[in-house]
């Protein structure tokens, strides 16, 4: 099966900086999400991004599916930005394979 | 739009008792729900798949007569946690995507089972 694999595995920031988050997979995928994962456990839908670039505010996307990865781009991070970031992925199903997640803390 | 609904947001239930988790998708049809597992501080496991008015297919090594999967109706999927043990104490998501639309998948809030 596809392997996804996410850096780094753990974050640390100070209020304002920015981060990129990475997303490796192993095989072709025509189905990728990015999420954050909040403290309570609930899992918000980032992007939907199987190729290409988006933007939301803060946060941006870009996935080079020819070359197997995605990057979350983070900018100006808040406190409420921490939690976990999972990259999940999918090739010709509806199923998904999640990462194994970034653990990101933001400090004032 | 896209929102998914779960129901306990947590449950205790003693050894050897079943316990039921509600999935609903709340502004949208749903041709596909999943039900995922995880443990503390680890990612999510895809458990089963269920389709409205089909058997569930599950994922390997998931036992199907533990995990019961029911998806009735195009809005509400089921799972029973039957004779439940403290091993089977953890985190449940389920999640869905729409009827018409891509593969995108929308996540309820998750149910936390403890079992004692």
């Known amino acids: 099966g596809i392997q996804v694999e996410q850096s780094p595995p753990d974050l640390i920031l100070q209020e304002g900086a920015n981060s990129t988050l990475r997303c490796n997979f192993s095989?072709?995928?025509?189905?990728l999400q990015w999420f954050h994962q909040n403290p309570w456990g609930q899992l918000i839908n980032l992007f939907y991004?199987?190729?290409g670039t988006k933007q939301n505010g803060r946060l941006s996307a870009t996935t080079v599916a020819t070359e197997r990865y995605s990057l979350l781009y983070i900018s100006s991070s808040q406190t409420t930005d921490s939690g976990v970031y999972f990259c999940?992925?999918?090739?010709?199903?509806?199923?998904?394979?999640f990462g194994t997640g970034t653990r990101l803390q933001v400090f004032p | 739009g896209a929102v998914v609904s779960q129901h306990p947001s947590w449950v205790i239930c003693k050894s050897g008792t079943s316990v039921k988790i509600e999935c609903r998708s709340l502004?949208?049809?749903?041709?596909?729900m999943f039900w995922y597992r995880q443990f503390p501080k680890k990612s999510l496991m895809l458990m089963a798949t269920?389709?409205?008015?089909?058997?569930?297919?599950?994922e390997q090594g998931v036992e199907k007569d533990k995990f019961l999967i029911n998806h009735a109706s195009l809005t509400l999927s089921t799972l029973t946690v039957t004779s439940a043990h403290p091993e089977d104490s953890s985190f449940y998501i389920c999640?869905?995507?729409?009827?018409?639309?891509?593969?995108?998948?929308?996540f309820g809030p998750g149910t936390r089972l403890t079992v004692t």
């Open positions: 999640s869905a995507t729409r009827t018409s639309g891509n593969y995108e998948q929308y």
């Open positions: 095989d072709s995928v025509n189905n």
């Open positions: 991004i199987p190729s």
């Open positions: 999940a992925v999918g090739r010709n199903t509806d199923k998904l394979i």
């Open positions: 502004d949208f049809q749903a041709t596909t």
């Open positions: 269920s389709n409205e008015g089909s058997k569930a297919t599950y």
